[in-house]
């Protein structure tokens, strides 16, 4: 294990990651192959652990762990508050954020202090050196990289200099490929999985558009603003969010797509590609608001149980032609969708609640759902 050749050869695992691995999309496949090449390069890494942060409703970071020998690196999700729990703040991990600054502890060494929990379990399950990185992001953001061996004489000082510069140069990768994931997320968050795709592809010229045919769900709740009214700020946030998550997970479930939340309704649609969808896509969008029906019952005997206030809505559903396009003013776009057909729902859903019910389909709506159990609410 020479000095000369280790650090050539963590030369040679960086010349691939810039010219060939920044090209894999998937970070557990790339972190993969990057340790495989470490220790084809003479580097005698046994495990690697990555944790990279993330901008997600509901998750915080993502962590990958590679030990030789395995299949797979293995991934898991943290959700948030991860950086409030004790093992998490006593880990070289929030040590090696906090000083930016490299890490190491010679496991194999009798005085080697064993300041980190995890350090004495690898020690107990035979590592014998540990070096963790900070990967450095340019708007400040540090997450980290570390590896350890299980080599006799631990790791010599070219294959910590190696691991660093690998260290290096993967931070520049994994900010591209975060950025490109957070980008990609925020959009489905935001704008829908549907509109993200085609804001990140480059339709992002206002007033462009395209006319489709579509299932048009428009929903509310029923007494909203008397709840407003009433109801203390964080109570009215936890029922809104009850309410769309029903409406929402029934509407993506069944394959549609939400476009926008307004106040307290939310405005969705399943897309009809051709012909041959029409009665797929109505029974589709007819059995999601017989799941949303079926799932606010649920909700409601919670919240009875609770002693809050229970859900009521409305929810119209129709067939007809729309605009969906990029609107808005220059500098603040909506994808959005507009035309007579969404007036039309929007009148409907309104029209629900002085017949009495939950759920309304037009004449149009209804023709295509035909072999559905629909009953005649008259001439309006």
């Not at 590592?127 to 299980?150: H, K, M, Q, R």
């Not at 008397?226 to 964080?234: G, K, T, V, Y």
């Not at 939310?266 to 799941?291: K, N, P, Q």
């Amino acid at each position: 294990m020479g000095t000369a050749g280790e650090a050539e050869d963590a030369a040679a695992v960086v010349h691939w990651m810039l010219h060939h691995g920044r090209h894999m999309t998937r970070m557990r496949e790339f972190g993969d192959e990057m340790c495989r090449r470490i220790v084809a390069a003479g580097i005698p890494i046994s495990r690697g652990f990555c944790a990279v942060g993330t901008l997600h409703p509901q998750i915080q970071a993502a962590a990958y762990t590679w030990r030789r020998g395995d299949a797979d690196a293995m991934r898991r999700l943290a959700e948030h508050g991860l950086r409030d729990q004790a093992n998490f703040r006593n880990s070289p991990i929030a040590a090696v954020q906090a000083s930016r600054r490299m890490l190491r502890r010679r496991l194999l060494d009798a005085a080697c202090p064993l300041d980190f929990p995890v350090l004495a379990e690898l020690k107990a399950e035979g590592e014998t050196d540990y070096v963790a990185f900070p990967l450095c992001f340019s708007n400040g953001e540090v997450n980290a990289i570390t590896w350890s061996t299980d080599h006799a004489e631990g790791f010599s000082e070219a294959a910590v200099a190696g691991l660093g510069e690998v260290a290096e140069t993967l931070a520049v990768i994994v900010e591209l490929q975060s950025s490109r994931r957070i980008a990609q997320t925020l959009m489905n968050t935001y704008v829908g999985k549907r509109s993200g795709a085609r804001v990140l592809s480059g339709a992002i010229t206002r007033g462009s558009g395209e006319v489709l045919r579509a299932v048009i769900w428009f929903c509310d709740l029923r007494g909203f603003t008397e709840l407003a009214d009433s109801l203390p700020r964080a109570e009215l946030i936890a029922l809104l969010n009850d309410y769309f998550e029903v409406m929402a997970d029934a509407v993506r479930d069944a394959g549609g797509e939400v476009l926008k939340f307004v106040g307290d309704g939310m405005l969705a649609i399943f897309e009809l590609r051709d012909a041959a969808e029409t009665g797929r896509s109505a029974a589709a969008a007819l059995a999601a608001a017989g799941v949303a029906a079926a799932r606010v019952a649920t909700v409601n005997a919670e919240r009875r149980r609770a002693g809050r206030p229970e859900l009521r809505f409305g929810l119209a559903l129709h067939l007809g032609e729309v605009t969906y396009g990029n609107i808005g003013a220059p500098d603040r776009l909506d994808f959005t969708v507009i035309g007579p057909a969404v007036n039309h729902a929007s009148r409907l859903e309104k029209l629900a609640g002085s017949l009495g019910r939950p759920v309304v389909a037009s004449a149009s709506f209804a023709a295509a759902a035909s072999g559905a159990r629909l009953v005649s609410l008259g001439r309006h």
